[in-house]
């Protein structure tokens, strides 16, 4: 599975388009992803694997991915942060009392999603807060100083 999952993603990334990967790249990629969280999902669910070892390939493969685009030189939209290893360290921390049986799945699901949209209301805090600050600075103007008759006048633009 994860050997495929590579090969899609070397293919991708030498028809992303040169400089930038397209809209419908990144969807593939994306879906090669979901579709590797799945299935590690449900061997997880299936025993297989343990839920330690299911989040941490999952959290494996989303670092690989966005490695490998960055290794391309092309640009493309796929995002691994701080914000990144702190929702997959968190899922690790649920993913062992999930294993050693201190909660249950629903519990462990509810509470991932939990802290995944803490982290994206966060984020998007920082967003509005960057974006209220751009907007507060002052913005460049030129000014233009003419001599007209026995005064002077500014003009800015």
């Known amino acids: 599975m994860f050997k495929q999952f590579v090969i899609a993603l070397l293919i991708l990334s030498v028809t992303g388009c040169g400089k930038h990967f397209t809209r419908e790249g990144m969807n593939d990629i994306s879906n090669h992803f979901e579709n590797a969280r799945d299935q590690l999902e449900q061997k997880a669910q299936a025993g297989e694997i343990t839920w330690v070892q299911a989040e941490r390939k ?16 092309a640009r493309h939209t796929w995002k691994y942060d701080s914000d990144d290893d702190e929702y997959y360290a968190y899922c690790i921390a649920l993913a062992e009392r999930l294993d050693s049986h201190q909660t249950t799945f629903s519990q462990f699901d509810a509470a991932r999603k939990q802290r995944l949209n803490q982290i994206n209301a966060r984020r998007q805090s920082i967003n509005n807060q960057e974006e209220l600050i751009e907007n507060s600075r002052p913005r460049q103007r030129n000014c233009v100083t003419e001599k007209v008759f026995d005064r002077y006048e500014t003009k800015c633009y």
């Open 58 to 73: 999952i959290r494996d493969i989303d670092k690989q991915i966005k490695s490998k685009l960055d290794a391309t030189g």
